[in-house]
């Protein structure tokens, strides 16, 4: 796939988000650089600012199979995956597939389900599989979680385990909208909600080779040592009880490639990797306790990281 056509289908998908989400380019465009990417999506924020709305408006436009799990304090792991059920007919147990069967998932609200049910999203989201009673199952491809999550300082919240975490590319917020995209809200849904008038732009096999053709995205060597610096940084930090992980490197790398396709480039720039590294790396993160009692966030760190170390010249 020619990379003018994988810009092309970039910006269908953005323009048609924006028909639901009003004034928030920059979330936008870093959740469908994510799907590109072919990570997954953690969206954090308070509620009622269009979380479920940015999910579920990605998941028609980018077409496919599309299944949404609300976890609640009483949701159970097979209620994700599925469980096995005898059938009397044949006279054996036959599994019955859970919602995470789809191409893309919307795990709603995720941290308000039990660790033990977070936990059940783990495989699928790095092997692409789902394991039960011994068998394992593939899941449809392309496969996309996006969750969307409340802060933890709210009531009836469990915290997600960091392995969770580390499997999500991006952590994206939104934040309440300017008074004017508020007005701009309410003027488009007088009479119906503008998701109902959404559809899909691309079609499900060509958003698998979206996917593929990102990769092509050339990375200078200069850049992936750029990458590794500042990951590495993350490690190191006096304020940080635990840096990222590789995955937080390949997403870094992957991210930024995404970003350029969006923008019609066949290389990356340093400025692609500065802009997803706060998305891409405080999630991945912890603050030591002393320090966060102080107000010091992860997004705070990535940022004096990024100033301290040296971009690549030309």
């Known amino acids: 796939m020619e990379l003018g056509h994988v810009t092309e289908c970039a910006r269908k998908i953005i323009d048609n988000i924006e028909k639901v989400i009003v004034g928030k380019r920059e979330a936008v465009e870093l959740t469908v650089a994510g799907f590109l990417s072919g990570g997954h999506i953690l969206i954090e924020d308070i509620p009622g600012v ?7 408006t990605l998941a028609k436009s980018v077409g496919g199979s599309f299944k949404r799990i609300q976890f609640t304090p009483d949701l159970l792991p097979a209620d994700v995956t599925g469980s096995s059920v005898f059938n009397q007919v044949e ?17 709603d609200e995720i941290n308000r389900a039990t660790p033990k049910s977070q936990a059940a999203l783990l495989e699928a989201m790095e092997e692409f599989q789902v394991t039960a009673d011994g068998v394992t199952y593939d899941l449809p491809q392309p496969f996309f979680v996006m969750a969307t999550e409340n802060p933890i300082e709210y009531e009836g919240t469990y915290s997600l385990p960091e392995a969770q975490l580390d499997r999500f ?7 309440y909208p300017s008074p004017r995209d508020e007005v701009e809200i309410l003027t488009r849904q007088i009479k119906r909600h503008p998701i109902e008038e959404v559809g899909a732009v691309i079609e499900e096999v060509e958003a698998e080779q979206l996917q593929m053709a990102v990769r092509d995205v050339f990375l200078e060597d200069s850049l992936k040592e750029y990458i590794v610096a500042i990951v590495g940084r993350t490690r190191e930090h006096p304020d940080l009880d635990l840096g990222a992980s590789p995955r937080g490197s390949l997403a870094l790398m992957r991210c930024s490639q995404a970003l350029a396709a969006i ?24 603050v030591k306790s002393e320090q966060s009692i102080h107000g010091l966030r992860s997004q705070r760190v990535i940022e004096e990281i990024l100033k301290s170390v040296p971009a690549p010249t030309a």
């Open 91 to 107: 006279n054996r147990f036959v599994f019955r597939e859970g919602p995470v069967f789809a191409n893309v998932v919307l795990a």
């Open 169 to 175: 590319m991006m952590l994206v917020s939104l934040g």
């Open 50 to 56: 269009g979380k479920t709305m940015l999910a579920r």
């Open 263 to 286: 923008d019609g480039r066949d290389y990356v720039r340093p400025d692609d990797i500065k802009r997803v590294a706060a998305p891409a790396l405080r999630h991945r993160v912890i």
